[in-house]
């Protein structure tokens, strides 16, 4: 149950995708109209400052990494509804995915959009995810200690539920 402040105006605390009995299904929302929908998800990849730098530098033996991650995030957020069972496929509009390089490492940032029923908050996430395991696979034999964590929806816009935008 939710006990976010910001959760979905209307929903209180009822799961959306479990019925009376508690079961599992896919919501149906094709009586939801199509509207623009637009979600940003972050995430971070903790590792040495000379690990950092050689990603930035697309200097590692097995290529660029960011690059890499950047492509692999991309195909991810397509294929979230084939990874999360209960997501609606999906026809995406954009995909924009950054890397930053800070203290701990690297931040990265996917913003995904559509004109669809539902959200993209879950292809946000999951092109995160995928791009902080791409880069952990492409660095990992140089540091093999990086820790993946942070994930997090960071911004929502468009349908019923109205904008979210995490606070600091």
Do not use: N, W
């Not at 637009?38 to 950092?52: N, Q, V």
């Not at 800070?102 to 913003?111: K, L, Q, S, V």
């Not at 942070?150 to 600091?168: M, N, P």
Request: proline share 3%; hydrophobic share 40%; net charge neutral.
């Amino acid at each position: 149950m939710s006990t976010d402040p910001q959760s979905p105006k209307g929903k209180g605390t009822r799961l959306t995708h479990l019925d009376e009995k508690g079961a599992a299904h896919m919501v149906d929302v094709s009586q939801k109209p199509v509207t623009a929908r637009k979600a940003t998800a972050k995430g971070l990849i903790e590792m040495t400052a000379a690990t950092r730098d050689l990603v930035m530098a697309s200097a590692l033996k097995k290529g660029d990494a960011l690059a890499t991650a950047r492509i692999a995030g991309i195909m991810a957020a397509k294929r979230t509804a084939d990874l999360v069972p209960l997501c609606h496929p999906l026809s995406l509009s954009a995909i924009r995915i950054d890397f930053e390089a800070c203290a701990e490492g690297i931040e990265m940032t996917a913003t995904v959009s559509t004109c669809e029923r539902t959200g993209v908050e879950m292809e946000a996430l999951t092109a995160v995810s995928v791009a902080a395991l791409t880069l952990y696979d492409m660095a990992k034999a140089v540091e093999r200690s990086m820790h993946i964590g942070q994930i997090r929806l960071v911004s929502k816009e468009g349908g019923a539920s109205g904008d979210y935008h995490e606070t600091a």
